[in-house]
């Protein structure tokens, strides 16, 4: 449509057309660690991250690794993520596919270091946040 009318189209699908039109997003189980000066300098993280991926293999774990902790300036990490190809349906991309997942895990995770810390969740993410360069 945007080639034949030479400029952007919007596409707004119905509820009904997303269910349609999409599959299951992936169900997933995380385990997230991080650790931390006194006064709330990140410096370190963990994640095992799996992914449901459904009866065939190539899910989105892959987007789900590289953004588990790409908002903070974590000078030591490790990511184990894993792909695991069940008995279920295909899951398929759905609004930022494996993001979404590994942001709650990670978020979770700060603001239980927050309140451990007895630091503001908005002063220590705004102290750990990743900086452009």
């Known amino acids: 449509l945007s080639r034949k009318a030479g400029r952007?189209?919007?596409?707004v699908m119905q509820r009904q057309d997303?269910?349609?039109?999409?599959?299951?997003?992936?169900?997933?189980?995380?385990?997230?660690?991080?650790g931390a000066t006194r006064d709330g300098k990140l410096v370190a993280g963990e994640a095992y991250i799996v992914f449901d991926a459904?009866?065939?293999?190539g899910g989105v774990i892959g987007p789900g690794c590289m953004c588990v902790f790409s908002c903070?300036?974590?000078p030591h990490a490790r990511v184990d993520g894993y792909n695991v190809v069940l008995n279920k349906p295909k899951t398929q991309a759905y609004r930022a596919p494996g993001s979404t997942h590994v942001a709650y895990a990670c978020e979770?995770?700060?603001?239980?270091?927050?309140?451990?810390?007895?630091?503001?969740?908005?002063?220590?993410?705004?102290m750990n946040a990743a900086k452009e360069g």
């Open 54 to 57: 459904g009866a065939f293999p």
């Open 18 to 34: 997303v269910f349609e039109g999409s599959g299951p997003t992936p169900g997933s189980y995380m385990r997230v660690k991080l």
């Open 8 to 11: 952007p189209v919007k596409l």
């Open 108 to 126: 979770s995770v700060i603001d239980e270091l927050a309140q451990q810390l007895n630091i503001d969740p908005i002063e220590l993410r705004l």
């Open 72 to 74: 903070y300036d974590l």
